[in-house]
């Protein structure tokens, strides 16, 4: 883990809102908009939802980890991890899994206290709303129904008496979560109703909510303890839940080559399956920590999908206006 003390101001501003962590809420909403721009020349409207979700983003990672350091559940996962982690060649020799993966809860590591804690998700719910305003004057009341599904959806993944993320809902509600912001992002630019937004936008749900399943299995015992519920507790054991992991995999694959439907372009997007395979070779190893191996793997299958998705719509944009 890393230190409170002796970190430079930039180190622990990454530490403390996890930047990495919207880097997937933001690409989504990217990916709706591009394909929003299609039907709509909204410029500042198309610049402004992605930098309300950066601010949303920040707000679901925070809270979340806000919540469960309160709740106690942080502390155990944060042992649990490290203390074998840190002691594992397999984490020592790899710099990814130092950078991608999780490093701890930013309270238990004193790099914010609980009140200053407070104080930051007021000021990101405060700027969510404020960029909010010239989309809602756009998109109307549809902006206002999702804004508050969206807060709902955030605040609620670990908040009490909710707490959907330790009721086995957790997954559920990420995979909902980058639905919407994939298609509404979409939708509320353009007002267009497409299926081929739609199909994208389902296949990054799956893809995200997938992230969110290998993301827990490093804390299982600690989960287990505190009775959460996450895909690999309600299934008896991380190897039970990988047959329920590759079955939801192959649907998010069929998502992609069904795109291929609307456009050969977007043949592109199979370029994620050697990775996909990979994540399933590792999972089938169960090699030392494969649990913590699979994470930056699926990271990088739902990430991959979203650049090779903008870069196909760029694609398409500039082979139409030929």
């Known amino acids: 883990m890393a230190a409170a003390h002796g970190i430079g101001i930039i180190r622990r501003l990454n530490l403390v809102m996890r930047f990495s962590y919207t880097l997937p809420f933001v690409l989504a909403s990217i990916c709706g908009v591009a394909y929003g721009l299609r039907y709509s020349n909204e410029y500042l409207i198309a610049l402004l939802i992605p930098l309300d979700v950066l601010f949303l983003a920040m707000f679901v990672n925070f809270s979340n980890d806000y919540f469960d350091f309160v709740s106690g559940v942080d502390v155990e996962v944060g042992k649990e991890r490290f203390e074998k982690l840190e002691e ?69 993944y670990t908040a ?95 998502l992609l080559a069904a795109m291929q439907l609307f456009h050969p372009i977007y043949v592109i997007l199979l370029l994620t399956i050697p990775l996909v395979i990979r994540s399933w070779r590792t999972m089938d190893a169960k090699e030392e920590l494969w649990y913590v191996r699979i994470a930056p793997q699926y990271f990088g299958v739902s990430l991959l999908t979203m650049v090779l998705y903008i870069i196909a719509l760029s694609a398409r944009t500039f082979l139409t206006s030929l």
């Open 88 to 156: 594992s060649p397999v984490f020592k020799d790899n710099e990814l899994l130092k950078k991608v993966y999780w490093d701890g809860n930013q309270f238990e590591q004193g790099l914010i206290s609980v009140e200053q804690g407070r104080m930051v998700m007021a000021f990101l719910v405060l700027m969510s709303l404020l960029l909010a305003v010239p989309i809602l004057l756009h998109g109307g009341t549809l902006v206002i129904i999702l804004g508050v599904a969206g807060l709902l959806l955030a605040y609620f």
């Open 160 to 254: 009490p008496p909710v707490n959907m993320g330790a009721r086995g809902l957790g997954e559920l509600n990420v995979g909902i979560s980058f639905f919407m912001l994939v298609f509404f992002s979409h939708y509320v630019l353009s007002g267009v109703f497409s299926w081929e937004i739609v199909v994208f936008s389902l296949a990054i749900g799956l893809a995200v909510g997938l992230m969110r399943v290998v993301d827990a299995m490093s804390g299982y015992e600690s989960h287990l303890k505190h009775g959460e519920k996450d895909l690999a507790v309600r299934m008896g054991g991380r190897e039970q839940a990988v047959p329920v992991i590759k079955g939801i995999q192959a649907v998010f694959v069929v």
